[in-house]
């Protein structure tokens, strides 16, 4: 059975930083593409930053550039993403997500590309 499973989130200030991390079971994801999106309260989902599959190539929402860095343990089948100087506005319910298509050098935003997703993880950023 397939899974994604976030963890790492929490209730933090404003400022702080935060490591979120989702852990890959079920088979391994080295092929693919991972990536996180967020849903904010009353918002529309929204990918946050993608990796590609040798970890070599990455690409951020612009509400993020420059605040947050998503990695990856491929012998591990892990993902990261490390938030640094969070806002409030990064309050969401955060989600890791696989790209269906293995080996490829485009990445997408698209939400019709994951394919397996994990139940998400809550971050609240208090100001």
């Known amino acids: 059975q397939v899974q994604l499973v976030e963890s790492g989130g929490g209730l933090v200030q404003a400022g702080d930083s935060l490591r979120l991390s989702c852990a890959a079971s079920g088979r391994s994801f080295s092929p693919n593409a991972m990536a996180w999106f967020r849903r904010a309260p009353g918002r529309e989902r929204e990918a946050v930053a993608v990796i590609n599959w040798s970890g070599e190539s990455t690409v951020y929402a612009d509400s993020v550039k420059g605040r947050a860095t998503i990695s990856r343990d491929r012998a591990k089948n892990m993902v990261y993403l490390q938030m640094n100087s969070l806002k409030a506005e990064d309050t969401a319910v955060y989600y890791c997500?696989?790209?269906?298509?293995?080996?490829?050098?485009?990445?997408?935003?698209?939400?019709?590309?994951?394919?397996?997703w994990g139940q998400g993880t809550q971050v609240t950023v208090s100001s």
């Open positions: 997500a696989s790209d269906r298509i293995k080996w490829t050098r485009d990445l997408s935003f698209a939400e019709q590309r994951y394919e397996y």
